[in-house]
C-alpha cells in the first residue's frame, strides 16, 4: 500500500514530497447528467447503487453548478480550472483552447503522476494534441453503438480512429481499466496515475446499452411541478428558444424518454461500479481519490423543455461526488455527509491539484472544495473554508441553428439569481430575469421588472460586474 501524507499537510509541506506518496485520482464526467437523477438524490425509481456508494463512502456536493451549461466548455473549464471566457472554448461551434491557459493533466505529470485520458472530449482537436500517457478516446459526440475511437500506443503515438462492438461507456471503460491494470503491475503500485474518465452518456439522442432496453419500463413516470407553467412573466430570450418537447423526434414520447434517459443513466452506473470494483481488487481503494460529476444538468420537462444552455436551476446543477484515500479521511468528517456550499465546476482542477499535494496555477479561477468536508476549527472559519457568497455565469453560443438561445450572463448567491440577456434576437432592449431562490425556488417569478427590486437588480448587476472583473471578463467587441 503506497503511503501518503494528508492534505493538510500538503498545503504547508516545506520539502518535495515523492510521487509514491500520492494518491491515486479517478474523475469521471457524465454527459447531461441532472443533479437529481441518483437514487441517492432521492429519485422516485432510478436506481444508482455504484454512484450511492462513492456518496456513501465519500460526500455528496448539494449545490454543484457549471459556470457554462454546454458540454465542450465544460469539459474545457474542468480541466483548465478556468470560466470559457478565458480557456477559449465558449461554446460547441469550433472555438479552441487557449494554448496558454493552464493544464490540469500538464500539472499533474509534473508531480510524477501518469495520466490518462478515456472518452468523449468534444473540444476541437479531441485532446489528441496533448501529452498523454495514454489516450482512448472519440471525435464529436460519438456513437452508442458500435463507437469509433482511436487509441494511443505503447509510444504515446495516438493511431486511426477504429470501430469498436458493444455501448460505447462499457468499450471505453474497460480500456480504461485495462490500463490501470497494467500500470499496477508495471510500477506495483509505487506510481501514481490519475484517469480522466468522460462518459458519453446520457446524451441525446439516447440509446441505451441492450442489456437495459427494456428497465423502467414499468415505472410511472410523473412530469416536473413545472410541466403546466407556461412561463408567464419570462422574456422573450427565454420563450423563443428551440428547446420545446416534442421539437425534435427523440422528445416526442415523453415517457419513453425519461425510461430511456435513466437506463442510460444506468449503464453509466455499471461502470461507475466496474471501476470501483477494479480498484477494491487490485487493492487500491484505499489509496485512491474517486469524484463523479457531470458537463451540465438538463431541462426534463420544466415548462415543456429540454437540454441545457440556460441559467436556469435544472440546466446548470450537476452532481458533485468525492471519496477521498483511507488516510486523508481521518482528517475529515464523517463519511456519507451532504454538504451545501456553492461548488463550481472551475473548482475541480484546484481540487484535484489539493490532492496531489500541490497549489493550483494562480490562472486558475477555482478554488478546492475539500475545505468544506474538513473538521470545522473552533472560532471563526480561516478564508480556505469560507463558502463563496457569490458566482458567476456565462453563455456564449448565439446565433446556433440548433436551439437559439441567447448570449446571457448572471449571478447566483444562496438567496438570489440574476440573469442578463445581453444580445436579444431584436434591437435596443436588453432582457432580464431576477428570482427570489429562498421563496421561489423553482424559478416561476421573474422580479427583475418589478420597481420593488430595482435595488436589488442594482446590487447584483454591481456584484456581477465586480466578479467579472475579477476573472478578466471583458464585454466582447
Known sequence: MRRYLSVAVFAVCAFPV??????????????????????????????TPNMDRIAKEGYRYTNAFVTNALCAPSRASLLTGQYSHANGVRDNMGTKLNP???????????????????GKSHVP?????????????????????????????????????????????????DKALEWVKKGQEKSKGQKPFALFLFFKAPHRAWQPAPRHKDLYADAVVKKPALWE?????????????????????????????IRDYCRCLTGVDDNV?????ALDDLKIADDTAVMYTSDNGFFLGEWQRFDKRFMHEPSIRVPLLV????????????????????????DIAPTVLDLAGVAPPKAMHGRSVLPFAQLTPAGPLPPHMVPREAWYYEYFEFPDVSHNVNKHRGIRTPKWKFIHYYEPPFKFREEFELYDLEKDPEERVNLANRPAFQATVKELQAKMESLRKEIGSKDEK
Open 323 to 346: 471519496k477521498l484515500p483511507k488516510v486523508i479521511q481521518r482528517h475529515y468528517r464523517p463519511i456519507g455527509m451532504k454538504l451545501d456550499p456553492m461548488v463550481l465546476n472551475v
Open 18 to 47: 515523492r510521487a509514491a506518496d500520492k494518491p491515486n485520482i479517478i474523475v469521471m464526467m457524465t454527459d447531461d447528467q441532472r443533479h437529481d437523477f441518483m437514487s441517492c438524490a432521492g429519485h422516485p425509481f432510478i436506481k
Open 229 to 257: 407553467d407556461a412561463g408567464t412573466g419570462k422574456p422573450r430570450a427565454f420563450l423563443q428558444a428551440a428547446n420545446m418537447i416534442g421539437q425534435y423526434p427523440d422528445t416526442k414520447d415523453y415517457d419513453g424518454m
Open 125 to 173: 482537436g479531441h485532446f489528441r494534441e496533448k501529452t498523454w500517457d495514454y489516450y482512448f478516446g472519440f471525435q464529436g459526440q460519438g456513437n452508442y453503438l458500435r463507437p469509433v475511437i482511436a487509441e494511443s500506443g505503447a509510444d504515446g503515438k495516438i493511431g486511426p480512429d477504429k470501430p469498436y462492438d458493444g455501448w460505447i461507456d462499457d468499450v471505453v471503460t
Open 100 to 118: 496558454d491557459s493552464p493544464w490540469l493533466p500538464d500539472e499533474l505529470r509534473k508531480q510524477g503522476y501518469e495520466v490518462a485520458f478515456c
Open 273 to 277: 461500479g466496474k471501476v470501483l470494483k
